[in-house]
């Protein structure tokens, strides 16, 4: 027979308190949070967890519950699953739940400030792709320094006397003068993008895939490794399209120049 | 030109140098806030970092870090210090090509380097585990060593070597007392960027690592992923610290004449 389960899950967005929450009702002498506190015991939302069934949720968390305490237990990611919703419906029809919301941080408390709607930042292709842009810039900013410092500058001098404007300037010399850097930069950003998973991983919340996550993953819980190279070498593909790109810019700029 | 540097293109420096120092300033304040929630400053506290030297997790990957980080780079640095020599020391058929090959292992993404060796263990059948992580780790440091240990040995006068061995050295009292001594400085500065390489890498490790031979970064990614506590500032702070001081070294030693 089953043992104890819990009076209420308590669950909600990473670091909005949940834990506080759990810790601080532990210590009220009528109620019981599941044991032990940590790890969570995540029981409805880890396949290999849930396959055990539910007397083994009991004995594992709940076996040393006293009987006159209300009994409950945390884990804060059980918001992030449809699955694991439909399993506690489904197996604790009568369980009440406690799930902590927030879309509040600092630029979002601003943004109410000022009267504008909180918008969503974490876990939307805008955090992927800033989360990239933070990781790789330097990688974009050093070739180019590199081909700026090796410009000539007597070039700029001499279109300002021939009459050129700033913005002419810039278009018609140091952009083309720089090219090598700015193409070198794209490759150097490009690859290590194109094969990124952890990115994604942690700032779009698994929604976001890229072809990073797929190959991860095919090679991590889906086990399928034929599926996972053949990706992988689309990826290699990619980057050969790439280096072949930036040899034939590379060729015809040194053709132009001798 | 420099004296009309104008101001948009300030403002946009200054924003962007903005945008990849802040999260790193927040990060190292926040892992000395005296508190677990807040996103605001409560006070200074060493608590966090307390904390991480009674976590048995931590003392574990940082002790299978420091590991496979010494094994890696010593293995690294003597096979692409001789690799470096035979290169340029020596002409043989497939040279240049030898010398295309050292650039793939840093032009392939990570995750293909990552996936090719998993691959290749599972064929030869070897468990993964700490030695796996150290040949895995030499394969992608290898390259770095040979080209910094190259670039030293271009630089290198050659004719040292022919004045000791005219005076009467052999080419192994030449090789110790002669090109090494002058080589060092190339050799350190690769092996410590291989070991901060090595010290670092999350992708290639997560493919060739077995349960219970987590590094740093695994452990550390583990955490983030179940919950973002100070301890995770904590220890990304002193990541931080040590990757920032062995680059330093190792431009210094580059630049080294």
């Not at chain 2, 470096?84 to 030898?98: S, V, Y």
Request: aromatic letters at 10%; one cysteine or more; charged letters at 15%.
């Amino acid at each position: 027979m089953t043992g104890r389960l819990p009076d209420f899950i308590i669950g909600g967005a990473p670091r909005s308190g949940t834990t506080w929450l759990a810790t601080t009702l532990d210590r009220h002498p009528a109620i019981w949070m599941a044991k032990p506190l940590r790890p969570e015991p995540k029981f409805f939302l880890v396949e290999e967890l849930y396959a055990e069934g539910l007397d083994q949720y009991s004995a594992r968390w709940f076996a040393e519950a006293p009987d006159d305490t209300v009994v409950g237990e945390k884990s804060t990611n059980y918001l992030e699953s449809g699955s694991a919703a439909r399993r506690i419906a489904a197996d604790l029809p009568g369980v009440r739940m406690i799930f902590l919301l927030r879309d509040t941080g600092l630029i979002n408390n601003w943004l109410v400030k000022l009267g504008v709607d909180p918008i969503a930042m974490l876990y939307t292709p805008f955090a992927v792709m800033a989360g990239l842009v933070y990781g790789f810039l330097p990688f974009m900013v050093l070739p180019i320094y590199a081909s700026l410092e090796k410009l000539d500058l007597s070039l700029l001098e001499a279109a300002e006397v021939l009459g050129a404007r700033p913005t002419e300037r810039f278009r018609r010399v140091t952009l083309p003068l720089s090219m090598p850097g700015v193409v070198a930069g794209c490759l150097l950003v490009f690859i290590p993008a194109l094969g990124s998973f952890l990115t994604s991983d942690l700032l779009g919340g698994a929604k976001q895939m890229m072809i990073g996550n797929l190959v991860q993953n095919q090679f991590s819980a889906a086990r399928n490794w034929p599926f996972g190279s053949a990706a992988s070498f689309i990826v290699m593909a990619l980057v050969l399209a790439a280096v072949m790109l930036y040899l034939k810019v590379k060729d015809r700029e040194q053709a132009k120049a001798t | 030109m420099s004296s009309r540097l104008p101001r948009w293109l300030i403002s946009v420096t200054l924003a962007v140098y903005a945008f990849l120092h802040l999260p790193l300033l927040v990060l190292v304040a926040f892992s000395f806030n005296d508190s677990k929630f807040s996103a605001s400053w409560v006070g200074f506290t060493l608590d966090w970092y307390y904390r991480l030297f009674q976590r048995p997790d931590i003392m574990r990957g940082l002790k299978a870090s420091l590991i496979v980080g010494g094994a890696s780079t010593v293995v690294s640095a003597v096979l692409g210090t001789l690799v470096a020599l035979a290169l340029a020391r020596h002409r043989f058929r497939g040279r240049t090509a030898l010398e295309g090959f050292l650039y793939v292992p840093i032009v392939t993404p990570e995750i293909v380097v990552g996936i090719s060796l998993l691959i290749l263990f599972a064929l030869a059948k070897i468990p993964l585990g700490l030695t796996t992580i150290i040949i895995a780790h030499v394969a992608f440091c290898l390259s770095f060593v040979v080209i910094v240990v190259l670039a030293r040995l271009e630089g290198m006068d050659q004719n040292l070597e022919e004045a000791a061995m005219i005076l009467g050295a052999d080419e192994i009292t030449t090789f110790w007392k002669v090109t090494v001594p002058q080589l060092w400085p190339g050799i350190l500065s690769g092996a410590l960027l291989a070991f901060t390489m090595s010290f670092d890498d999350f992708v290639i490790t997560s493919f060739v690592s077995g349960s219970g031979s987590s590094t740093l970064p695994i452990v550390v990614y583990g955490m983030v992923r179940r919950n973002i506590e100070p301890s995770i500032n904590a220890i990304s702070t002193i990541i931080l610290l040590v990757t920032t001081a062995l680059i330093y070294l190792a431009d210094r030693l580059t630049r080294e004449k």
